[in-house]
């Protein structure tokens, strides 16, 4: 399957962001959660296993199982958080988990932590549409839910790595709507987010804001 990159941004981010960590994957089991009807992720993890003899389970609420017809590929047609069913079709251990489903940061949470256990160390779990920056006001894709649901779950993340920072190594890339790569460190089991104890509302940080706005004041003066 010849993959065509050219003019499409996801497929740009997916090429330069995702791909490269992953090409040289022998016998791959990878999990997609999301198909969608134009499949372009599907099509380019479904032709690595085939090259590379691998698997790819693909999951989604919707009907896609027409899409290929490949030994390599296994469709399962179900919601990304059915664990059970979902599990007992799984090899037990992944190479590589990719999600594309839901775009909210207590979903994708959620399934970080009921699936990130079944990756191998040193493998990638990829999040999708991670970058609210394209959803703000007067930029390409405009949307209020969008901007907020990405924005949430970009600092959702954070939270997380700032939590898990042995466990896991956290990368993001603003190619298009975005993406996170979250590399697995160790098999130790993940922790849920707490607050970061950042100095941002502090009062030194108070202090430091005026200090700056009156010392701009004065240069602007220019005494």
Sequence with gaps: MKINYENNRHLSKFKKFVYPDIKD???PNILEFGVSAAAMSTGILLDLCERNNGKLYSVDIHDFSSKFNSKNWIFINRKDDDYIFINSLLPNKLDFIYLDTIHKADHVEKILFKYFHLLKVNCNFVIDDTSWLPYTKNREKNHFFMEVNNYETFFRLIKIYNSNSDKMNLEFSFLGTGAAKITKLSEEELIRPSKINNRFYSFI???????????????????
């Design 25 to 27: 994957l022998k016998n």
């Design 205 to 223: 940080n108070l202090l430091r804001l005026i200090y700056n706005f009156f010392l701009s004041r004065f240069r602007a003066s220019g005494n």
